[in-house]
């Protein structure tokens, strides 16, 4: 049985519709976690010190060690919570491509997980981005291909021309 999805894939590609849309097509409740949460539940000076993460003005990302301190907790967490029984969607952005992934990998162990990518082509990705309002410009474009270099999939998805949905239904497909 699955008991973890994680999502990977750049900012503005589809990831968090796709969620929703799992959440509602999936026959059992699942929990919906992503990197953003961990950001946000940072302290704000997190956000403007060479320890914690950045944002460039050019949608760069720039993680720090206190950054990687609090996503490994972050991540065991997430483990711990499926392996008490929760299942959880994960929403990621593996800007550290393969080794990323191997994080993850370590810390959900034994657990059944389905890898899924989320892939969306730059140009779409950056209207999404620009639409959104609240997102760096230049995020969507410098991580639309850098979050997929290493990594190995169950399943791809690419919303360039398929809905939230159709991806949910896709993946829902391999969920055992």
């Known amino acids: 049985m699955t ?3 994680v999502l990977n894939g750049g900012s503005s590609s589809g990831k ?3 969620i929703r849309c799992l959440q509602a097509v999936l026959p059992d409740p699942w929990l919906a976690l992503g990197t953003d949460m ?14 914690g993460i950045e944002f460039a003005p050019d949608g760069a990302v ?3 060690p206190e950054f990687r301190t609090l ?5 065991e967490g997430v483990a711990a919570m499926a392996r008490a029984g929760a299942r959880v969607i994960v929403d990621e952005v593996f800007l550290g491509g393969a080794e990323s992934q191997q994080r993850w990998q370590e810390a959900l162990g034994e657990l ?3 890898w899924v990518g989320v892939r969306c082509d730059a140009a779409v990705a950056t209207g999404r981005e ?3 309002g609240d997102r760096t410009i230049g995020m969507a474009a410098s991580q639309a291909e850098v979050v997929h270099q290493g990594v190995t999939y169950d399943l791809e998805v690419d919303t360039t021309h398929a809905e939230a ?3 949910a239904r896709t993946i829902a497909a391999h969920v055992k």
């Open 165 to 167: 949905m159709e991806c």
């Open 16 to 18: 968090s519709g796709i």
């Open 71 to 75: 996503e490994a907790a972050w991540i």
């Open 62 to 64: 720039i993680v720090g």
């Open 112 to 114: 059944r997980v389905l």
């Open 38 to 51: 961990l950001v946000e539940a940072m302290p704000a000076s997190m956000q403007a010190s060479d320890g």
């Open 3 to 5: 008991q973890v999805i």
């Open 130 to 132: 620009v639409a959104r």
